[in-house]
């Protein structure tokens, strides 16, 4: 392209407030500057950014058009490597119908393609609108996705939740609730619960990445961690939604007796109305996480409503998956090696 017309750039900071403008397109409820703080911890701040992911496009210093990416690290029969998902994009009302969506997609592909640490590169979005676009680009279908959104609401009458000072934590019952992460014992259970199940396709959480994700400027945590007499041995990551309203992002726990021990230590101090969390399975399966089956009846006097859905995970190898494929001991195309769940953990 010429200079004087349209180029497609990478993201960075000077594009900053410019292309804050335009996302008021997608987030018209947030303010200006909470716009602008999102945009710079998703994709300025994140510590994965050896790996292109995001791009504007520009014609006179004005930015007309953006594509991001969303890079997670991978573990697989002890192989580390990278996948970049598809996140948002927008195009100026003025440059709508010209093609920019496409073109960005396949340019900025290309570009994630060319590394070598990324053998594929995926789109987990349940928008059907975005799909055909993706199918027409390359991407294929790779396995059918169950989703369910879980609600469950609880009452507390005459009570007062916690309300935490800066690094306060309050222990109850070998439970330690607290809004502060512990990200090298999170990094620690996280590892160990890889190499239990090496041979799946999981998330490797390290502790940048764990301190990139709560440092999210329009979110709160709240962590649930169980206790012995030597160590830390399990967590709960709640995210707050305001309004004593939370959702179950991810958890580690041995047993379902150690789920429902962080659970309840964790009601017990924040008294929340509202306790919700996303389940993903692949669609021949039911959606059935043990963990979770009692979750909805404690205790059997509350309600709880639940909505289903199903959508395609779709999928483009890039030309070295089969140096990957060769040297781990599955097929990465089998949608039985994948750990679903932890793809869509707290979602950007």
């Not at 609880?154 to 019952?173: G, V």
Request: charged share 25%; aromatic share 14%.
């Amino acid at each position: 392209m010429n200079k004087h017309d349209y180029n497609i750039v990478p993201f960075e900071k000077k594009h900053l407030h410019k292309l804050a403008k335009l996302m008021k397109i997608l987030w018209g409820k947030m303010e200006q500057e909470e716009i602008v703080q999102l945009l710079e911890w998703r994709y300025l701040q994140t510590p994965i950014q050896h790996i292109p992911h995001s791009f504007v496009l520009v014609k006179n210093d004005e930015v007309l058009a953006f594509r991001g990416w969303f890079i997670l690290k991978l573990t697989h029969c002890d192989q580390i490597f990278y996948t970049a998902s598809l996140a948002d994009a927008v195009v100026h009302p003025s440059e709508r119908r010209k093609g920019w969506f496409e073109k960005m997609t396949k340019f900025s592909l290309g570009q994630i393609q060319k590394c070598k640490s990324v053998p594929f590169t995926t789109a987990i979005s349940s928008n059907e609108k975005s799909i055909p676009g993706y199918l027409k680009i390359g991407y294929r279908v790779l396995f059918e996705i169950n989703e369910s959104y879980n609600i469950r609401p609880f009452s507390f009458l005459f009570t007062q939740k916690a309300h935490f000072n800066k690094d306060q934590e309050i222990y109850t019952n070998n439970v330690l609730i607290t809004e502060v992460p512990q990200l090298q014992i999170m990094e620690f259970l996280f590892e160990e619960r890889i190499k239990n199940n090496r041979g799946a396709l999981q998330v490797k959480w390290d502790s940048g990445y764990l301190d990139w994700r709560f440092k999210r400027p329009d979110s709160k945590y709240v962590f649930s961690y169980l206790c012995n007499e030597d160590a830390t041995i399990g967590f709960l990551i709640f995210k707050s939604w305001g309004n004593d309203r939370y959702s179950l992002v991810e958890f580690v726990a041995d047993t379902s007796q150690d789920f429902y021990k962080m659970l309840h230590a964790f009601v017990k101090v924040m008294k929340p109305k509202i306790i919700s969390c996303w389940e993903h399975a692949l669609k021949k399966q039911n959606i059935n996480n043990r963990f979770f089956d009692g979750f909805y009846s404690i205790p059997k006097c509350f309600n709880f409503k639940k909505k289903s859905t199903s959508h395609p995970l779709l999928y483009m190898p890039n030309s070295n998956v089969e140096n990957l494929s060769k040297s781990s001991e599955s097929d990465l195309s089998d949608p039985k090696v994948w750990q679903i769940n932890e793809l869509y953990s707290d979602s950007i």
